[in-house]
């Protein structure tokens, strides 16, 4: 890749959301002279408008990405679809029909998805954009955010920061022109098609610091439409006595689930919607036109509310024990828009909505864009004063350069320095452990040495531990919590994130002791 100059790199990022269901790509462009000082912040009209459906469709000599993949419900065996759910599942692998022996793992799938859309955002904007920050669930743990990072490099991006979805959401929302000043903590509540986080963030007026962090990487507005079809298929069933699920035969599911997403999608606006079910095989020829009222709807997500609302007050509770009260919360996820899901939130857990008058599909993508372009400021500083321009350089000589930095850009002075004295601070969202022996009890076990909601960046203090047997090499296996099993001392509930190997310079008898020392962030 070619040299580019740093004040080049500046208008050369992208923020990009990598959505479960849907993904989108944003550009912080410069300031209009008619309009706010912060400029705009742009999520490019791709082919499939602002948002491309994460649908990747393997053809025996081609690759199609988005509506053209989806809407493909003759094909379902071919296209892969919520494969981010498994970008922490290393062995996961999607088999397309059309290519026999030939598989895909969730990080290669999100790279052909990023070769399609930053390929797209280059056409459209016009600019080729090189770098880029990746927004990820709050509740990604560290394979997942290694693998997303891979996909990126993949797609031929430098990767500037892999950052949370909720903390880019935030940022969306104190960079648009007129937006409420807020400083106090907030509930941001991110349910989007497939995932869910609940993240507490102390918002500051150059900080942000994230205070507690819990969600479901199996919880989404995919999974509403789950409870939907299913209904609807019992229905179906009822009413041809003797017939088959017509969700059985993947194709045929695949095009009933295209409707009820479109139609649950609608219900958030309307009262009453109509879904078409029919049959296949030997029923292909019956038919149920359902109706399907808001009531309805509620009745049959009401199980998935409740727990989305036991995650929340999860988060609350978190943040309580940390001395944070919440009395706010910011909505992100095309999936809030589910009215009994906000008027639940509200009312049940006593909060008050942060108004942000921007779609909650887009405010990530946005979020990631302020960051990506900061990402590049800094990077510009440093090369150009040996400074990153976060407030260490003597004040007069950090004016001068910021107004360098604005002319250069062609943005407004103001945001520049905002956005350089502007900080993140997060904990983890996972316990992680090494794997431990007893051979008395010939028990392998865990034992944690960094917990989840610890601040981050963390050093651990060091864990002593014993060699069991004399040794000359040695095997460390290190494991992530599951979210299903937090803070499990069982080997088999959580999650292998890496196994180091190393030798020792001479050999060390059983019994010896020896210290293990994490550092994250």
Known sequence: MDKVPPSSQIRMTLGIDLGTTRTSVAMVAPSDPNGSWYGGIEVLKLADGPMTPSAVLIDRERVVVGNAAKNMGHRAADCAQVFKREMPNERYRF???SRPGTT???KELSTLLLNHVVSQARSQAGVEFRQAVITVPAYFGDVARRSTRA????AGLDVLDIINEPTAAILAYLFQPGAEILE???????????????????VKPDELRLVAIDGDMFQGGRDFDEAIAFELAQQFMQLHDGAGSPLAEPNNGARIRLDVEREREALSFVDVSNIPVWGWGEDARLAYNCEITREDFEAFIEPQIDHCLRIARRSLASARESGVEVARVLFVGGATRTPVLRRRVLE???LREVVSGADPDLLVAKGAAVWAFRCALMNYFWEQYGDKGDGSLESSRRKSAIADAALLTNFDARLVDRLLGLTLESVTSRGYAIECYNPESRRRYLVYLIDAQDPLPI?????QFVWNDDIDRWILRIYEDSPERRGSVKPKDAVLVETIRGETHREWPAGSAFRVVFRLG
């Not at 996909?151 to 993949?154: D, I, K, S, T, Y």
């Not at 106090?184 to 102390?202: A, I, K, M, R, S």
């Not at 050093?459 to 864990?463: D, L, R, S």
């Open 184 to 202: 106090e903590p907030v509930l941001v509540f991110d349910l989007g098609g497939g995932t869910l986080d609940t993240v507490v963030v102390d």
């Open 104 to 106: 895909f793992s969730a």
């Open 95 to 97: 088999s397309p029909q």
């Open 459 to 463: 050093e651990t203090k060091p864990g």
């Open 151 to 154: 996909a990126g490099e993949n």
């Open 348 to 350: 049940e857990l006593g």
